[in-house]
């Protein structure tokens, strides 16, 4: 079945500092990947998707690239923010469930000091 | 952007009793919504999904006597844990899909919290 895998938590960096949050998955075919980020005390938010191979997915500062050699989706940022403090979820939907249903990772935790 | 709310956002109850949880799409309506649970410190596991007017669809392994799910409108799903125990304590989190703009467009609750003591 599908399955998404995120580093641990928490990350804490200092403000203006590289981010890298790994994800790697397992999926049947081809899937769409996400990154949602939920900021303290409200519902996730969808911060980026790629649907194909070699996709970049980008927001608000944030990159991520559907890479199907390594099956990876890392989330990256070159200057976090204090206000990026967030739980940040890597998920899937896959073609096997009519990509309906996402799979999410355990989510990491982001702590950025000022 | 389209806002979920959930009810209640915290909730503590004995064991043996029910407990209701809704899920409200305030700004548009949602022919279809996701209930989620979710472990301390895992991902959120799809339990059912559930159709505006008919009965939900449960993922394998979920009790569909222990969790009642109704979508009465396309605006409310509610998530009945029937005679709750400690194990069903959790962190419920509802998700509203639009009727248009595809599965991506899914809109996320903030999460209830359900402790059974």
């Known amino acids: 079945g599908n399955s998404v895998t995120q580093m641990e938590g928490p990350v804490t960096l200092s403000e203006e500092a590289f981010l890298t949050i790994n994800c790697t998955y397992t999926?049947?075919?081809?899937?769409?990947l996400f990154w949602y980020v939920q900021y303290p005390g409200e519902g996730l938010q969808l911060l980026l998707k790629?649907?194909?191979?070699?996709d970049k997915g980008s927001n608000k500062g944030f990159e991520a690239t559907y890479r199907k050699e390594t099956t990876s989706f890392h989330l990256e940022k070159g200057s976090v923010q204090v206000s990026d403090s967030a739980v940040y979820f890597c998920?899937?939907?896959?073609?096997?469930?009519?990509?309906?249903?996402?799979?999410f990772g355990s989510g990491t935790r982001l702590q950025v000091q000022p | 952007g389209a806002v979920v709310s959930q009810h209640p956002s915290w909730v503590i109850c004995k064991s043996g009793t029910s407990v209701k949880i809704e899920c409200r799409s305030l700004d548009f309506q949602a022919t279809t919504m996701f209930w989620y649970r979710q472990f301390p410190k895992q991902s959120l596991m799809l339990m059912a999904t559930?159709?505006?007017?008919?009965?939900?669809?449960?993922e394998q392994g979920v009790e569909k006597d222990k969790f009642l799910i109704n979508h009465a409108s396309l605006t409310l799903s509610t998530l009945t844990v029937t005679s709750a125990h400690p194990e069903d304590s959790s962190f419920y989190i509802c998700s509203a899909r639009a009727g248009t703009g595809g599965w991506e467009t899914q809109y996320f609750g903030p999460g209830t919290r359900l402790l059974v003591l």
């Open positions: 999926a049947t075919g081809y899937p769409s």
């Open positions: 559930s159709n505006e007017g008919s009965k939900a669809t449960y």
């Open positions: 790629a649907t194909k191979a070699d």
């Open positions: 998920a899937l939907s896959g073609p096997d469930t009519g990509r309906r249903a996402l799979t």
